[in-house]
């Protein structure tokens, strides 16, 4: 089992494609009135312009799908909830027939998981009868399906005016998930006062904690907002492959045999991968795999690997019995792991330039990303960092 570092790459380019599109499809149905702010919010959460592909096709009367090929979130947009009550009754049995279609189905790709009602800040003074009416009655027959509502409070500024909103809206004690103000661009008043956006991290986090575990990967990949959220995912991966592979009763690996951690490894790095939702090319996974393996071109044998990848954690790297233990393959994992987040932080904050990568340059930046997690020394400034 040796390797030549472009195999690795090509194997990598591989598990991240078949990840993707293998993720399971996030279903959210949006209501609120027109213009309160849907299609901004939407735009706005989400790495893709959704809202802006048109008018989606129907899938009942009052109900439109948007949907993107590739892109594993679906939007279920009701225009003209604001059209009066017959309207919003038809919407609200439409909604209702979709969820219940969607536990039938069994699929998780079809199933609602979750639904968006969106009451605008700005134009309201108080919480609207019909509207409360509406979320009393739908969250009473949704009391035995139980897809997640989230109120969000959208174009929430100024921020005191959505706070005495949010607690309104509280004090219904209707059963929904949470109230989330937000604000999703940021609203120029004049030259003087500019509404700062907020709330879209937040909306994220709850939605995070609400949906179920074969829908995480994909929030995470289609959101653009919280890269903190990312993150936090991106560590559950690591920690998984972990401790699936190296974990407890790992039977040490001789030196020789040491490409057999690769395959968890690059699996562990598709994960991160789809997480934040990158593109990801072979020149920025060739620099990772060559500086982590310290070697380019010619074919990686166990040996070598397991040399090599001991040098990036330095506290792991006695040598003893030409054996690596599960406790130091699975410090070796956590540190490429690690490393491999940062790059994509760095590349999600726009902080890393694609020339950045290459050459000599490229190659110290990519073992400093390797030794700041493997000891946390000082580096020099241009590689601190960005936090
Ligand atoms: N600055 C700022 N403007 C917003 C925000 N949300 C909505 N708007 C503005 O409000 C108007 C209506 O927003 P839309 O997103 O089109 O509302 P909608 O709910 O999709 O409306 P319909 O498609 O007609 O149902 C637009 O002019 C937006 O630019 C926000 O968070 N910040
Ligand atoms: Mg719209």
């Given at each position: 089992m040796d390797y030549r570092p472009d195999e690795i790459v090509k194997q990598t380019m591989d598990a991240i494609n078949q990840k993707i599109r293998n993720m399971t499809t996030l279903n959210i149905i949006v209501v609120g009135k027109s213009g309160v702010g849907k299609s901004t919010l939407i735009n706005s959460v989400f790495r893709e312009n959704l809202a802006e592909t048109g008018i989606g096709r129907?899938?009942?009367?009052?109900?439109?799908?948007?949907?993107?090929?590739?892109?594993?979130?679906?939007?279920?947009?009701?225009?003209?909830?604001?059209?009066?009550?017959?309207?919003?009754?038809?919407?609200?049995?439409?909604?209702?027939?979709?969820?219940?279609?969607?536990?039938a189905g069994k699929d998780v790709n079809k199933a609602i998981h979750c639904i968006w009602y969106c009451i605008n800040v700005g134009s309201n003074r108080t919480f609207d009868s019909s509207e409360l009416a509406w979320l009393r009655s739908f969250t009473e027959e949704n009391r035995a399906t139980r897809v997640p509502v989230f109120i969000v409070l959208t174009q929430g500024c100024p921020k005191r005016k959505a706070e005495e909103m949010c607690r309104l809206v509280e004090a219904e004690n209707l059963d929904v998930s949470k109230v989330i103000p937000v604000l999703a661009q940021d609203m120029d008043f004049d030259d003087e006062y500019v509404a700062r956006a907020y709330g879209l991290d937040t909306l994220i986090?709850?939605?995070?904690?609400?949906?179920?575990?074969?829908?995480?990967?994909?929030?995470?990949?289609?959101?653009?907002?919280?890269?903190?959220?990312?993150?936090k995912r991106a560590q559950t991966a690591v920690a998984a492959a972990v401790t699936a592979a190296f974990g407890e009763g790992f039977a040490p690996v001789p030196f020789a045999d040491a490409a057999m951690l690769i395959p968890t490894q690059i699996t562990m790095i598709a994960t991160i991968t789809a997480i934040f939702g990158l593109d990801v090319d072979k020149s920025i996974l060739m620099g990772f795999v060559s500086s982590a393996l310290g070697t380019s071109g010619a074919t990686v044998v166990g040996r070598s690997i397991a040399t090599n990848l001991l040098k990036l954690v330095p506290g792991a790297g006695t040598v003893t019995g030409g054996v690596i233990s599960g406790a130091t393959a699975g410090l070796v994992t956590t540190a490429l792991g690690e490393a491999y987040i940062k790059l994509m932080e760095?590349?999600?904050l726009g902080t890393l330039r694609a020339e950045d990568l290459q050459g000599e340059a490229g190659k110290r930046r990519f073992l400093a990303l390797f030794q700041k997690q493997a000891d946390k020394k000082e580096l020099p400034d241009h590689f601190q960092e960005i936090e």
């Open positions: 129907p899938v009942t009367q009052s109900i439109r799908r948007i949907s993107k090929a590739g892109f594993p979130l679906a939007i279920y947009d009701t225009p003209g909830f604001e059209l009066g009550k017959n309207q919003q009754e038809s919407v609200k049995q439409e909604v209702m027939k979709l969820i219940k279609e969607g536990l986090a709850v939605m995070g904690e609400e949906l179920p575990d074969e829908l995480q990967d994909t929030l995470q990949n289609v959101q653009k907002v919280s890269l903190k959220s990312k993150k760095q590349m999600f």
